[in-house]
């Protein structure tokens, strides 16, 4: 089984920064790439960012890109987010999102597990 839980959301100001955090357990198998997703009020979710195991790849949504940047601790089995220059269009339920493939995709349906969500939210 596999469990992951956010961390690290809040309330910030337009231009501030956030790390967030995902505690990974279970399967190491299961959790070879490592996702963040977000939703924003009334929208779908999206993909935001994206890590590989192997190589440590990654992959960023065009919105965040150079302003959001993905990592892992293996050794910790824990996966970030750290978020940068925060703008009101970020505001959204962040989450962490797992599958066993080793190849990277944007899509939701590519990943088996995911966390409960962590709210961020960005002020004006």
């Known amino acids: 089984q596999v469990q992951l839980v956010e961390s690290g959301g809040g309330l910030v100001q337009a231009g501030g920064s956030l790390r967030l955090s995902c505690s990974v357990s279970g399967r190491t198998a299961s959790t070879r790439t490592m996702a963040w997703f977000r939703q924003p009020p009334g929208k779908d979710r999206e993909f935001v960012s994206g890590?590989?195991?192997?190589?440590?790849?990654?992959d960023y949504a065009n919105s965040v890109r150079g302003r959001f940047t993905i990592s892992r601790d293996t050794a910790n089995n824990m996966v970030f987010l750290q978020m940068t220059n925060l703008k009101v269009e970020d505001t959204a339920v962040y989450y962490c999102a797992a599958t066993g493939d080793y190849r990277l995709r944007q899509t939701q349906n590519w990943y088996d597990y995911w966390g409960q969500g962590t709210q961020v939210t960005v002020s004006s």
């Open positions: 890590i590989t195991g192997s190589v440590g790849m990654t």
